[in-house]
């Protein structure tokens, strides 16, 4: 459970296919951390579910800022 929202995303979107049976542990990212990685934030809901993301791909989008801010290295691929 201690994945960022991009990892929350990806659980939440596999765990609401229909059919699918076995979900991981899916639980707000503000128990965790104090600041994510990405824009969007997982909140429990009074019913102890979580809203499913609505926007394209995953749903959510970075937060540039955090990303630059924890990150350890930084590289760039170009193509040749």
Known sequence: MLE???GRASNLALASLPG???PGDI???DR???RD???ERFVLNSDSTIDVPNA???GV???EIALRQFA???MTLKAQ
């Open 56 to 58: 394209p791909g995953l």
């Open 4 to 6: 960022t929202g991009v």
């Open 61 to 63: 989008t970075l937060d």
């Open 20 to 22: 699918f049976v076995l």
């Open 72 to 74: 350890l290295t930084e």
């Open 32 to 34: 965790y951390y104090t």
């Open 27 to 29: 639980s707000a990212s």
């Open 37 to 39: 990685i990405t824009n």
